[in-house]
Every structure is written in structure tokens, then in C-alpha cells.
């Protein structure tokens, strides 16, 4: 599915159980949609040109370099996120949505299965020194359902509060540590955190013909 409003292809998550956080617990979602890869900067930069809204800071203006354009925007806090997903009529992802998308329905480790994550899989550790091309890793580090980059590249922004004063991130980053991969990671952060490891992705719930997904 491509979402009208921003442009965005979207993968469809069945509805089902599927094995849930480090104790694999049984649990049942029903369907809706992930944006397969997070948003890019150059999405992201037309939100900020049909909103008016500030640009991430390392930006040349409202407009990113155009040899960014391509990979997750970053410098994004909960706040500018959730001021996306308004725009586009979506909504940041639950953690239990977004854990589902990255590990498919067995209780696999990584989004790619069991094997210890590599260079060839996913971009952590720094070993390339900054945020990739969304797709760069595909299909080899992909997930079940066909999502991108849900390791490493850049931390998530979901919906869920890890407490009164945090809100969860997902996913680690290109300079995450190899022990932040794992799907059921998880980073608690103020939702006005922003740096340049934090973007994120949307979901939807279902959508009807008429609506302005298909």
C-alpha cells in the first residue's frame, strides 16, 4: 500500500498472535500497516514545507543534503514524531505493533532470525561512522514481513510511555553496541529528547478502499 498523504509504502501485518518481548509471551494483535522503512529526510522535508514546521537542526535551512536524503531523519524528538504522524494521519506505532512488524510472529531474536548481527545485516557499532540509505541492508537484514532497517540505522520513536517522565525507543542504532539489536531492546528517553540517533516510522489501522491508503 502507498499512503497518499506523505507517498510512504506500507506493509501489511496480519492480525494473529505472535510471541511477545524477552519472555515470548502469547499475544494477540489484529491487523494494520507499518511504513516499511522509517521516514526518510526528504519525506520528512515535506512535512516541513507544507507545515511550516522547524527543520532538524544539522539541515541546510528546510531543505537536508541531498546526500542524506535518502536516510532517516534524525534529530527528531516524540514531540516533532508525533507532529508527523498528525500531518500524514497516521500514528507512531504501539511497542507491541512495532515488535511484532521487526520479528514476525516465532519469537526470533533479530529481524533477520537468530544469527549474530553483521555488516553485511544491519548498520551498528559505528562501523560505517553515520546513518545508511534506508533499504541499504535489504533483503538480507529485513524482517519477516519485508520491514526495513529495524535493526541498527537509527532508534524508533514509538507511542508507548516507559514511565511518567520517558517515552520508548526502538530498533538501536548505526552506533548502537551489538547488545541493543535484539528486537525486544528497548530505550526510555524524555519526548523531548532529540540527537542524532532518534527518527522513527508510522503505522495506520486498517484502511478501506475509500480511504487514502490504496
Same mark, same amino acid.
Given at each position: 500500500m502507498i499512503w497518499e498523504k506523505?507517498?510512504?509504502e506500507m506493509i501489511q501485518i496480519p492480525a494473529g498472535d505472535f510471541l511477545y518481548g524477552t519472555e515470548r509471551e502469547k499475544i494477540d494483535l489484529p491487523e494494520y500497516w507499518i511504513d516499511k522503512t522509517p521516514v526518510t529526510?526528504?519525506?520528512?522535508?515535506?512535512?516541513?514545507?507544507? !507545515?511550516?514546521?522547524?527543520?532538524?537542526?544539522?539541515? *541546510? =535551512?528546510?531543505?537536508?543534503?541531498?546526500?542524506?536524503?535518502?536516510?532517516?531523519? +534524525?534529530y527528531v524528538s516524540w514531540y516533532d514524531a508525533r507532529a508527523y504522524?498528525?500531518?500524514?494521519g497516521?500514528?507512531?506505532p504501539t511497542e507491541q505493533a512495532w515488535e511484532k512488524a521487526a520479528r514476525g510472529c516465532d519469537g526470533q531474536d533479530y529481524t533477520w532470525g537468530s544469527a549474530p548481527p553483521t555488516v553485511e545485516l544491519c548498520n551498528f557499532a559505528g562501523k560505517v561512522?553515520? !546513518?545508511?540509505?534506508?533499504?541499504?541492508?535489504?533483503? *538480507? =537484514?529485513?524482517?519477516p514481513y519485508g520491514c526495513?532497517?529495524?535493526?541498527?540505522? +537509527?532508534?524508533?520513536?514509538?507511542?508507548?510511555?516507559?514511565d511518567e517522565a520517558n517515552k520508548v525507543l526502538r530498533g538501536g542504532s548505526w552506533l548502537s553496541h551489538i547488545?541493543?539489536?535484539?528486537?525486544?531492546?528497548?530505550?526510555?528517553?524524555?519526548?523531548?529528547?532529540?540527537?542524532?540517533?532518534f527518527g522513527f516510522r508510522c503505522m495506520v489501522m486498517p484502511v478501506n478502499d475509500e480511504d487514502q491508503g490504496r
Open positions: 506523505d507517498s510512504k529526510n526528504a519525506e520528512y522535508a515535506r512535512f516541513v514545507s507544507a !507545515t511550516q514546521y522547524d527543520p532538524p537542526p544539522h539541515w *541546510q =535551512g528546510t531543505t537536508p543534503p541531498l546526500a542524506i536524503a535518502d536516510h532517516p531523519v +534524525v504522524t498528525v500531518w500524514a497516521k500514528q507512531l561512522g553515520s !546513518t545508511t540509505a534506508v533499504g541499504r541492508y535489504s533483503p *538480507q =537484514g529485513d524482517s526495513v532497517d529495524m535493526a541498527g540505522n +537509527v532508534w524508533e520513536w514509538v507511542e508507548d510511555s516507559y547488545r541493543h539489536l535484539p528486537v525486544t531492546r528497548r530505550l526510555a528517553l524524555n519526548p523531548l529528547s532529540y540527537d542524532f540517533v
